[in-house]
């Protein structure tokens, strides 16, 4: 009887050492990773839409990533700005801080031509485990490792606030004159939480608008969202010619919860982006923890289910234990501070050198950064502010 193949190499029936279900920005990253790094792997992606990327916009700042990590992330960037601003009704400031924008047709484009035939789209999955995915269509794919990548589950071990937005991809009849991106404009109405405005100028006439709250709940009021961007455009002085597309999407901003809980019963299914957890705790921003997972396990020796699924949990989990002190600070924004007054707490945070602010949304904050942003008098009441110090879940 011929000897039974080592639990990390897939059975000779698989259709691929790795099935990357979802083709979005984590598992994006993931496939182009292994193709560069590790290109004996048989790796096939799955998207179920008719392309890559769903239509969205990934933003990030410059110092959020290494040059190496830049080197291989720059073919996806379609714009990149040398600062960005940010206003708020007791605050104006410019930053030098570079920051740079992904989008899902840049994306498409790229993996399309560097993974070739190992992009399947309109490709939906009725149901996974850690070594096959069922198609719709009745179809059985078998896989060394099933890594599933389709946005965000159902996390009721986790506590979470959200960030929550609607865009316009608008053309201009004219000039609009912006030249950098308003990371954060506060100086509108304080609605439905802390909202903001966020504008990036793609060329002279066409600009990304987005109406942003962090708000307590994830409904989306898209008809007032819409006419709030209307409205926002017109005082700017910009004459709206045309809507190009429209983006929307809810991201979680974390609070509290438990990290070991969230994983259990995953019955090792490997997951990736937001459905493992992996994004700032603050600003939802993703893009710099998918390139990190993804060269983390381009570089793991065990890609078989059972090893890569651990190897995220760990990665996973260490993120969040070392993320407490963004939990603590969100906590004040949210339970702590009236939603209306919620903008107070950014503002007095710009008002920061700016080394900190890059560093603090590079993820990578110093114990001197942390006694910086919250020394001095809270911008929230102190009676408030104290629970928040607590964190009911195990970071």
Same mark, same amino acid.
């Given at each position: 009887?011929?000897?039974?193949?080592?639990?990390? +190499?897939?059975?000779?029936?698989?259709?691929?050492?790795?099935?990357?279900?979802?083709?979005? =920005?984590?598992?994006?990253?993931?496939?182009?990773? !292994?193709?560069?790094?590790?290109?004996?792997?048989?790796? =096939? !992606?799955?998207?179920?839409?008719?392309?890559?990327?769903?239509?969205?916009?990934?933003?990030?700042?410059?110092?959020?990533?290494?040059?190496?990590?830049?080197?291989?992330?720059?073919?996806?960037?379609?714009?990149?700005?040398?600062?960005?601003?940010?206003?708020?009704?007791?605050?104006?400031?410019?930053?030098?801080?570079?920051?740079?924008?992904?989008?899902?047709?840049?994306?498409?484009?790229? =993996?399309?031509?560097?993974?070739?035939?190992?992009?399947?789209?309109?490709?939906?999955?009725?149901?996974?485990?850690?070594?096959?995915?069922?198609?719709?269509?009745? *179809?059985?794919?078998?896989?060394?490792?099933?890594?599933?990548?389709?946005?965000?589950?159902?996390?009721?071990?986790?506590?979470?606030?959200?960030?929550?937005?609607?865009?316009?991809?608008?053309?201009?009849?004219?000039?609009?004159?912006?030249?950098?991106?308003?990371?954060?404009?506060?100086?509108?109405?304080?609605?439905?939480?802390?909202?903001?405005?966020?504008?990036?100028?793609?060329?002279?006439? *066409?600009?990304?608008?987005?109406?942003?709250?962090?708000?307590?709940?994830?409904?989306?009021?898209?008809?007032?969202?819409?006419?709030?961007?209307?409205?926002?455009?017109?005082?700017?002085?910009?004459?709206?010619?045309?809507?190009?597309?429209?983006?929307?999407?809810?991201?979680?901003?974390?609070? &509290?919860?438990?990290?070991?809980?969230?994983?259990?019963?995953?019955?090792?299914?490997?997951?990736?982006?937001?459905?493992?957890?992996?994004?700032?705790? *603050? *600003?939802?921003?993703? =893009?710099? &923890?998918?390139?990190?997972?993804?060269?983390?396990?381009?570089?793991?020796?065990?890609?078989?289910?059972?090893?890569?699924?651990?190897?995220?949990?760990?990665?996973?989990?260490?993120?969040? +234990?070392?993320?407490?002190?963004?939990?603590? !600070?969100?906590?004040?924004?949210?339970?702590?501070?009236?939603?209306?007054?919620?903008?107070?707490?950014?503002? +007095?945070?710009?008002?920061?050198?700016?080394?900190?602010?890059?560093?603090?949304?590079?993820?990578?904050?110093?114990?001197?950064?942390?006694?910086?942003?919250?020394?001095?008098?809270?911008?929230?009441?102190?009676?408030?502010?104290?629970?928040?110090?607590?964190?009911?879940?195990?970071?």
């Amino acid at each position: 009887m011929p000897d039974a193949p080592p639990p990390d +190499r897939p059975p000779p029936d698989t259709v691929a050492d790795i099935l990357l279900i979802g083709g979005g =920005l984590a598992n994006g990253l993931l496939a182009l990773r !292994l193709a560069e790094l590790r290109p004996e792997l048989r790796v =096939l !992606l799955l998207e179920a839409g008719p392309s890559l990327g769903a239509g969205h916009t990934w933003s990030f700042f410059e110092r959020d990533l290494s040059p190496a990590q830049w080197a291989w992330v720059a073919p996806l960037v379609a714009h990149r700005w040398p600062g960005y601003a940010v206003r708020f009704p007791a605050r104006a400031r410019r930053l030098s801080s570079g920051y740079a924008s992904v989008s899902s047709e840049r994306f498409h484009q790229v =993996l399309s031509l560097r993974l070739g035939g190992r992009v399947r789209l309109n490709t939906p999955v009725a149901r996974l485990n850690g070594t096959e995915a069922v198609l719709e269509d009745g *179809t059985v794919l078998r896989a060394g490792a099933v890594v599933d990548g389709r946005g965000p589950a159902p996390a009721p071990s986790l506590a979470l606030g959200f960030q929550k937005f609607l865009g316009q991809e608008v053309r201009c009849a004219a000039p609009h004159g912006l030249e950098e991106p308003i990371v954060m404009d506060a100086t509108v109405s304080q609605i439905d939480g802390y909202r903001f405005l966020y504008v990036l100028p793609f060329d002279d006439r *066409t600009l990304l608008i987005e109406d942003t709250r962090y708000a307590d709940g994830p409904a989306l009021d898209t008809a007032g969202m819409r006419a709030a961007i209307a409205g926002y455009a017109a005082a700017q002085g910009w004459q709206v010619q045309s809507v190009l597309r429209e983006e929307e999407g809810v991201l979680p901003v974390a609070l &509290d919860g438990d990290i070991a809980a969230f994983w259990r019963g995953r019955e090792g299914l490997p997951a990736v982006g937001l459905r493992a957890a992996l994004f700032h705790p *603050t *600003t939802g921003y993703s =893009l710099p &923890d998918a390139v990190r997972l993804a060269e983390h396990v381009a570089l793991a020796e065990r890609l078989d289910a059972a090893g890569l699924s651990a190897l995220i949990e760990r990665h996973s989990v260490a993120l969040w +234990r070392g993320r407490a002190f963004f939990r603590r !600070l969100n906590r004040m924004l949210f339970r702590a501070a009236l939603p209306e007054q919620r903008f107070r707490v950014l503002e +007095r945070f710009y008002g920061l050198p700016q080394p900190l602010i890059e560093r603090f949304y590079a993820g990578r904050p110093g114990w001197l950064d942390k006694l910086r942003i919250v020394a001095g008098k809270p911008p929230v009441p102190v009676s408030a502010a104290l629970p928040c110090l607590l964190e009911r879940g195990r970071a």
